[in-house]
């Protein structure tokens, strides 16, 4: 079996040992490559093509939204997971529009980065679970103030289905193969439930699909 290719991009050089530590104790894993900023891992990424780029979203020279955006631009078929200590929506939202697939808070690498590795290699997004609490801590307090109700009941099972597998990462080709529709008709909820939830694009249509637990 082909080894999971993995990046790894910090600046301070005791986390990166750490991070390097449990990609290693994973019999699929390999570390391809160590990166201190964040124009030194674009370079390494460009050079190596990891199939993952583990990124601190601060670091010098370049920041970890940018390094991730040029990555994004330059090497599709490479994820990346941001890792943070901030938990606040507007970085993970930030994270996404840079094209993060995964975003992880640093006092949980240790125990969620196998895990996350794995899940952005499968194409799905993943967030730490304290992320994923707070960000739906936020959204119930959100609807609470303003007496709203949940948009997500309005949503029919089908726009359920496409939302779930669009959050996921997959392409509206890939949810009509998944489902037996048409491209048009896929696109069609999609804009539909997108309209209904009022949201504007797909991060943000993903940061509503971890706040309500439709993907992890």
Do not use: W
């Not at 199939?51 to 940018?66: H, Q």
């Amino acid at each position: 079996m082909t080894p999971i290719r993995v990046l790894l991009a910090d600046d301070h050089t005791l986390i990166r040992a750490g991070l390097r530590m449990v990609v290693v104790s994973q019999p699929d894993f390999t570390v391809v490559g160590e990166a201190s900023d964040g124009r030194e891992a674009v370079a390494l990424a460009e050079q190596l093509e990891p199939d993952v780029v583990v990124m601190d979203i601060g670091m010098p020279s370049l920041n970890g939204i940018e390094a991730c955006r040029q990555i994004h631009d330059s090497l599709p078929g490479t994820q990346v997971i941001m890792l943070s200590m901030h938990s606040d929506e507007g970085y993970v939202l930030r994270a996404l529009k840079a094209g993060a697939k995964g975003y992880m808070l640093k006092d949980s690498a240790e125990a969620d980065l196998a895990g996350a590795i794995r899940a952005v290699t499968a194409g799905k997004s993943f967030f730490s679970p304290a992320v994923s609490k707070i960000l739906l801590e936020d959204y119930m307090r959100k609807l609470k103030r303003t007496g709203a109700e949940d948009s997500f009941d309005l949503l029919s099972p089908r726009e359920r289905e496409v939302l779930q597998l669009v959050a996921e990462g997959k392409s509206s080709k890939e949810v009509a193969n998944l489902l037996s529709l048409s491209v048009y008709t896929v696109e069609t909820h999609r804009a539909k439930l997108m309209q209904k939830l009022n949201l504007h694009n797909i991060p943000e249509l993903i940061l509503y699909a971890v706040r309500k637990g439709v993907i992890s």
